[in-house]
């Protein structure tokens, strides 16, 4: 008979939802009066279940988790509707019982693993913060609990790192520690905000393996707010999709990558490169676009091959080394350096992409930085355009940049914000003296539309734009000196996924127009698989295997780049229940002790032009 | 620790060696002749050339200065030439009486400073933030002199409460030692503490802004405690700049505090020098200023080492 209304009891508290969430409005304050930034939401979250929300940036997603933790400014904010945690209605809370939900029933962690943790107290006492504000426990009671926590989320040692503060940990092993924080009052929800953006794609794969296998352990729900549909398709159950401030759709994850109803969610799954998706295929291909009102999808256009292969590479570089000495004590003596960049060869045709791929500190933009002498490097040879880069004085350096330009990452700080974006793009060309302001505002008119703007926009400042138009202001401003390389370092990372896919077709029409060589800088596997001719895959300062991209892609050797490929989570919710059983690794440090000699490398020649070190 | 200290110890030696050349040969390029003030007016021109020779006026700069640096280096700051007292006991029982004034003063500075500033970075653009930019304001432009005068017409003449002037050592008697401090300090902190209050609400506003503070909301830790514990003691590092390096102004402004409140410490002495061409007295407090310059940043970098873990847990 007991056993019959427990087992009731047991079955209502799965029906009945952990959260839910009705007719969410949240506005904040503007000049002109409230602005509703997030409308009309409604969504519950079952016991154990994990929704995720999906938009790009100022879809309002992050502005809903915010909400649900009441932790919007107030006075500049005003949320409506009804959030409901169980029979607590969260909205018609008082403050203080507010802040004795925050932290014990729902816990978050955020995008910013390296800011998100106070720089002046040592971690354990951070978390034991966690326990100690929602009950009473003796100091001891506290460190052994903390202790546990940190074994749980894999921190190895975990009892000694107690006392350390947060700059002695990596950003992978500081989001553990956010993690160990956010279970501390084990929570019946688990707000995980961007939790993995920050993050490489080795260490996303753990972080996000870790989140599964506690949340089977803890038994909560978990509210999962991300831009990256690989991410969605392997923690989620059900997925909400978010577009400026309205739930555009929700439904299974499954139904929503298979059979997405609204256009927006079926442009936004159009636009996510697929890691795999160009097998046999031996050149670039353009991403597919999905008008956001019709949903159809528009003609996709065929690359042709721009690759001038028998003329001499436009680029070429022989054992590049660049090292950054480290000075230490009070004598300022050299105790070591960075190897950032370890005796890196390689040629770029004229038309061709070469991509240089790996994980953050791999020496991927040093290299970039190197070729373009932004930095002086140690040893080696670079010519560019029949330039010795090496030993260029001052003024033939000038020249030489005609040759090779970059496009920076971040879009809003790489432009001036002060100058106008005529006056940013006609500048290279007026420095370089090429002509009179005239001839400039022509030339840079007719890159505007090259690069799909108009030219009326050259009188606006930067901030009138957004981050994709940026980007392409910034690739203008690189084509004013008609460069044959240029060098993109992580040029489309910041971007959300649809313009993304937008700047790399870009990228490619350029290529196909101007017959431009790029030195693509970037992390992202799948982007560098979509748009790349070759690939080079670094690791601490070197490259571990390089050869045309069909080659690497379909046939990887190294350990590292099979590491790398298994890591990039696949935007098929058929893999949900995929465990990749990562080890805890963490990525090494290229610093090496004064007096150090770098062992010499062999490569292995794998197929025409496919290499692969040895060791 | 003790490592960094050394090592900031010894870079503070080149910076003291430098202060005193420039502090000795300032006072070799003033005009005067110091023979004529030591020998007075109706001296003959053997009397004057014995006292240079004597006082060794005629030797190369360089043996002047080491004479003079041996000596300082010993306590021995040199004789006045009109009262015959030695200069180094002199100051020795007018410093103290100048850094309680000045440490006072910054005691006033940062109790009204800090927590004007927590609150004015706590309640942006609201009326109490408005009150105390103002009051700010006011504390940096009006002249600390006039605020003295003001303060001892109100409070000694009219009302009575406090003594208008004199010094009373904190260790003789010290409920009339603060009685005498009040005033004095309010007039030189005043204009610090605006300043203070200023960093204070601008180190807090971007702190307050920081992703670690909304962690700290998150896990629910009490407003009051976000405020205090994990802002404010990231805000520190400003403050404690400004702490630091505005200590030496204040002993400057004491010059004209001590004035106003006739306090017998090193401000008035200095004056008093500088009007009677006691030229190794001024010597004397130009180099102790300068050292507690340097003392004072010397104290800063500790500071920071302690406010900064970064700095704490770095393998030197």
């Known amino acids: 008979m007991l056993d019959v209304t427990s087992r009731k009891d047991e079955a209502t508290a799965r029906l009945a939802p952990v959260l839910s969430v009705e007719n969410l409005t949240t506005s904040f304050r503007t000049d002109g009066g409230w602005k509703s930034v997030v409308r009309d939401m409604s969504f519950d979250i079952a016991p154990r279940e994990t929704v995720a929300i999906v938009g790009e940036s100022g879809s309002g997603k992050s502005v809903t988790s915010l909400s649900i933790m009441r932790l919007l400014q107030k006075g500049a904010s005003r949320i409506e509707g009804k ?144 831009h990256d549909m690989g991410v969605v398709a392997e923690v989620s159950d059900r997925t909400l999709v978010m577009f ?5 759709e929700m439904g299974t994850t499954d139904d929503i990558f298979h059979r997405g109803k609204h256009p927006y969610t079926r442009a936004l799954l159009a636009a996510v490169p697929r890691l795999g998706s160009m097998k046999g295929r031996a050149l670039p291909q353009r991403f597919p676009i999905i008008d956001i009102n019709t949903g159809e999808a528009m003609p996709l256009m065929d690359v042709t091959d721009t690759v001038a292969k028998t003329k001499t590479p436009i680029l070429d570089v022989k054992d590049l080394t660049t090292r950054f000495d480290l000075n230490a004590g009070f004598f300022r003596r050299k105790t070591g350096s960075v190897h950032a960049v370890e005796k890196v060869s390689f040629s770029l045709f004229e038309g061709e992409t070469l991509s240089l791929v790996g994980e953050s500190g791999c020496g991927k933009s040093t290299t970039g930085r190197s070729v373009t002498r932004l930095v002086r490097p140690t040893s080696g040879h670079v010519t560019v355009d029949g330039y010795d880069v090496m030993t260029l ?50 030339k840079a008119a007719d890159l505007m539309e090259k690069v799909g703007l108009s030219p009326d926009m050259m ?57 431009l060589a790029y030195l693509f800088i970037s992390h992202d596997m799948a982007v560098v698989e979509r748009v790349s001719h070759r690939v080079a895959v670094m690791y601490l300062g070197e490259i571990v295997e390089i050869g045309p991209r069909a080659a690497v892609f379909d046939n990887p050797q190294h350990p590292y780049t099979r590491k790398l490929m298994a890591a990039v989570p696949v935007p098929d919710p058929a893999r949900r229940s995929l ?4 080890s805890t690794d963490e990525i090494k440090s290229p610093f090496r002790p004064a007096g150090y000699v770098p062992p010499l490398r062999e490569y292995r020649e794998v197929s025409e032009g496919h290499l692969v070190q040895l060791g | 620790m003790f490592g960094f200290l050394v090592q900031r110890v010894m870079a503070a030696i080149p ?9 000795f040969s300032l006072q070799q390029l003033l005009p005067g002749d110091p023979a004529l003030v030591i020998g007075g007016g109706e001296a003959s021109q053997e009397m004057l050339a014995q006292i240079r020779e004597q006082y060794g006026f005629n030797d190369p700069f360089l043996v002047q200065y080491w004479h003079w640096i041996t000596n300082v280096m010993q306590g021995d700051f040199g004789v006045s030439f009109r009262t015959r007292e030695e200069i180094g006991p002199m100051l020795a029982a007018k410093i103290p009486v100048t850094l309680t004034l000045a440490t006072a003063a910054m005691l006033v500075s940062l109790v009204i400073g800090i927590p ?27 002249p600390n002199f006039w605020l003295g005068i003001m303060m001892i017409l109100l409070f000694a003449v009219h009302l009575g409460w406090l003594p208008a002037s004199g010094y009373v050592s904190f260790f003789e008697d010290p409920i009339q030692s603060i009685r005498t401090l009040i005033m004095p300090a309010i007039v030189l902190g005043a204009g610090l503490a605006a300043a203070m209050m200023r960093h204070t609400r601008s180190a807090m506003l971007t702190v307050m802004r920081q992703d670690y503070v909304r962690t700290a909301r998150a896990k629910g830790v009490a407003e009051k405690t976000v405020i205090l514990k994990h802002a404010f003691l990231n805000a520190q590092i400003p403050i404690i700049t400004l702490a630091t390096l505005q200590f030496g102004t204040l002993l400057a402004g004491a010059v004209l505090t001590e004035q106003v409140f006739s306090i017998p410490g090193v401000g008035k002495m200095v004056v008093d020098a500088v009007f009677n061409r006691e030229y190794q007295a001024v010597q004397a407090v130009t180099l102790l200023s300068g050292a507690a310059f340097v003392l004072m940043s010397l104290l800063a970098d500790v500071l920071y080492f302690v406010a900064n873990p970064k700095l704490r847990t770095k393998t030197l």
């Open chain 2, 116 to 142: 004007a500033g927590i609150l004015a970075a706590i309640w942006r653009g609201r009326g109490w933030d408005h009150a105390v930019t103002v009051a700010a304001l006011s504390g940096i432009s009006i």
């Open chain 1, 393 to 442: 004085d001052a003024s033939t350096l000038r020249t030489m940049r005609r040759s090779i330009q970059m496009v920076f990452q971040d879009p809003f700080a790489s432009l001036n914000p002060r100058m106008s974006v005529g006056s940013a793009v006609t500048e290279p060309f007026i420095e370089h003296n090429l002509g009179t302001r005239r001839q400039a505002r022509e």
């Open chain 1, 579 to 582: 465990k990749r059983n990562m």
């Open chain 1, 459 to 515: 009188r606006r400042f930067p901030h009138e734009f957004s981050g994709g138009q940026r980007q392409r202001v910034a690739i203008a401003r690189a084509l004013m000196l008609d460069p044959k390389v240029i060098v993109a370092d992580e040029a489309v990372s910041a971007l959300d996924v649809s313009i993304k896919a937008q700047v790399c077709n870009l990228l490619l029409d350029l290529q196909q127009n101007l017959n």
């Open chain 1, 244 to 248: 400026r401030g309205d739930t555009v």
């Open chain 2, 15 to 23: 910076t003291l060696f430098i202060i005193s050349l420039i502090v």
């Open chain 1, 83 to 226: 959030i409901r945690l169980g029979d607590k209605d969260l909205l018609s809370l008082s403050d203080e019982e507010m802040r004795g939900v925050r932290g014990k029933d729902i816990a978050m962690i955020f995008q910013e693993p390296m800011t998100s943790l106070n720089p002046i107290f040592p971690i354990g006492n951070q978390i034991a913060e966690a326990l100690t504000v929602h009950q009473s426990l003796t100091r001891s009671q506290a460190r052994a609990e903390v202790t546990r926590l940190l074994e749980k989320v894999r921190i190895p040692n975990a009892a000694s790192r107690f006392d350390e503060y947060p700059h002695q940990f990596s950003g992978g092993m500081r989001q553990r520690v956010m993690i160990a924080m956010a279970l501390a009052s084990r929570p019946k929800l688990l707000i995980a905000d961007e939790p993995t953006t920050a993050l490489d794609v080795t260490i996303q794969g753990q972080i996000l393996d870790l989140i599964k296998t506690l949340q089977d352990e803890e038994g909560m729900a978990v509210l999962f707010i991300t």
